[in-house]
């Protein structure tokens, strides 16, 4: 099936560091477009990073300078490197994403979101 699949979060104490990755399941030839967006407990789900085709990113103002997000596209991986972590970190992250893939031969593409996955930071 095509999907993406997400790993990495855990609990970290303030000004650790984790590492997000995404992958896109077997099937999927290229991922185009990503981001990563997050959701705490009773708020809106929050854009936290985007990447272009061509590795242009964008960052939401609350994560600049400690983020990183970054692909590979021989992997059809995408990350996001997360340091000097904060308690408001404190979410489940979600990777998304456009995925192409063929059916019978036939190019489709279609955007899809990973399974989330629960990043907390506390002491």
């Known amino acids: 099936q095509v999907q993406l699949v997400e790993s990495g979060g855990g609990l970290v104490q303030p000004g650790g560091s984790l590492r997000l990755s995404c992958t896109a399941s077997?099937?999927?030839?290229?991922?185009?477009?990503m981001a990563w967006y997050r959701q705490a407990p009773e708020k809106q789900r929050e854009l936290v990073a985007s990447?272009?085709?061509?590795?242009?990113?964008n960052y939401v103002d609350s994560v600049k300078g400690r983020f990183t997000i970054s692909r590979d596209n021989a992997k059809n991986t995408v990350y996001l490197q997360m340091n000097s972590l904060k308690p408001e970190d404190t979410a489940v992250y979600y990777c998304n994403g456009d995925l192409a893939f063929l059916i019978e031969g036939h190019r489709q593409e279609d955007n899809y979101w990973g399974q989330g996955t629960q990043v907390t930071v506390s002491s």
């Open positions: 077997r099937g999927v030839f290229s991922i185009n477009a």
């Open positions: 990447i272009t085709t061509r590795g242009n990113a």
